[in-house]
């Protein structure tokens, strides 16, 4: 059964602490990405990596990082530098950089609470 | 001006009726175009993706692309109760190194009423 999961569902973090959030996929997909969403908002992209072993800034990146030493596994770091970090994070995967490929599927997300 | 942009709501339709949602992107480059669908506490789901003028018809959805006028929309014929969610208009950035990045809009809140 292919898919993008995420752990944990939901997350809570004390102020001056790093989180990971991970995200996993078994659809083979070469590219990998990273958003937040704010309630009533849309999505902001923080990383995303085309292969393995790159990865390049979205529009949000302060305060995160991200790793990607397998092909199936992009997890994100919430570090204490990020002043706001309570919202939900969502993952997504996509085939190739081809234009029919550059569809993303997102997984279920993770919901981080600031406390 | 936002680079893309919904149409606000929240929108308000009749069941059976036909919803249309409208979003309006500024990179004149863009050259993929997705919506989805997110259910309140959900991820987004994909509902249709366009990449040529004109329109595309899946079931009960057609999705509009006009490149000239930079447009795309998406109309739900028939629209039944469980079409209400908040609706997500997403551009993929022109190539390059961008290549990959979709931008999405506000979303528009849909509530079919019976």
């Known amino acids: 059964d292919g898919g993008i999961t995420q752990s944990p569902k939901y997350l809570f973090r004390k102020e001056g602490q790093n989180v990971t959030l991970s995200c996993e996929q078994n659809l083979n997909h070469d590219a990998m990405y990273w958003y937040r969403q704010d309630p009533g908002q849309g999505l902001r992209l923080i990383y995303y990596?085309?292969?393995?072993?790159?990865?390049q800034k979205g529009d949000i990146a302060e305060g995160y990082s991200v790793s990607r030493e397998k092909k199936e596994s992009f997890p994100l770091t919430v570090t204490s530098a990020q002043k706001n970090p309570t919202a939900f994070y969502l993952c997504?995967?996509?085939?190739?950089?081809?234009?029919?490929?550059?569809?993303?599927?997102f997984g279920p997300g993770t919901r981080l609470t600031v406390l | 001006q936002k680079e893309v942009e919904q149409n606000s709501g929240p929108l308000s339709v009749p069941e059976g009726a036909i919803a249309s949602l409208n979003c309006t992107y500024s990179?004149?480059?863009?050259?993929?175009f997705f919506w989805y669908r997110q259910y309140s506490g959900k991820s987004p789901e994909l509902i249709m993706s366009i990449y040529s003028n004109g329109d595309k018809e899946d079931g009960r959805f057609t999705a509009q692309l006009n490149k000239a006028s930079q447009y795309v929309s998406l109309l739900i014929r028939d629209s039944q109760p469980s079409d209400s969610a908040t609706y997500l208009c997403?551009?993929?950035?022109?190539?390059?190194?961008?290549?990959?990045?979709?931008?999405f809009g506000q979303g528009t809140i849909l509530t079919v009423h019976p």
């Open positions: 990179d004149r480059g863009s050259q993929s």
């Open positions: 997403a551009v993929n950035r022109a190539g390059g190194t961008s290549y990959g990045k979709l931008t």
């Open positions: 990596s085309q292969i393995v072993n790159d990865f």
């Open positions: 997504a995967s996509s085939a190739t950089g081809t234009q029919t490929g550059d569809t993303q599927y």
